[in-house]
Nanobody, 123 residues
Framework: QVQLVESGGGLVQVGGSLRLSCAVSGRTASTRYMAWFRQAPGKEREFVAATPWSIDMTKYGDSVKGRFTISRDNAKNTVFLEMNSLKPEDTAVYYC????????????????WGQGTQVTVSS
């Protein structure tokens, strides 16, 4: 059974940093590719970043390029999202997702989702 559990969210000031973690259990071929999405109140869920477990490739949403970094620790089955230079518009619930399409930014192509972790950036 695949399970994704996010952690690391919280309240941070503008310009600050946070590191989110996503612990994955029950990894299978269906979880080859990992991603982070976010959803702000009243908005659609938005693609943030993606990476595969097997090779060093990444993809980022335009709004976070140059500020966020996705990485993984294969031995610990954990994916990270390092967030720097945070802005109020980064406030959202951040979700970890797993799927079988490489570096996809399409929400519907991810089969497994975590419960989400709240990130609030205060000014």
């Amino acid at each position: 059974q695949v399970q994704l559990v996010e952690s690391g969210g919280g309240l941070v000031q503008v310009g600050g940093s946070l590191r989110l973690s996503c612990a994955v259990s029950g990894r299978t071929a269906s979880t080859r590719y990992m991603a982070w999405f976010r959803q702000a109140p009243g908005k659609e869920r938005e693609f943030v970043a993606a990476t595969p477990w097997s090779i060093d490739m990444t993809k980022y949403g335009d709004s976070v390029k140059g500020r966020f970094t996705i990485s993984r620790d294969n031995a610990k089955n954990t994916v990270f999202l390092e967030m720097n230079s945070l802005k109020p518009e980064d406030t959202a619930v951040y979700y970890c997702a797993a799927g079988i399409v490489v570096l996809s930014s399409t929400r519907s192509l991810y089969s497994y989702w975590g419960q989400g972790t709240q990130v609030t950036v205060s000014s």
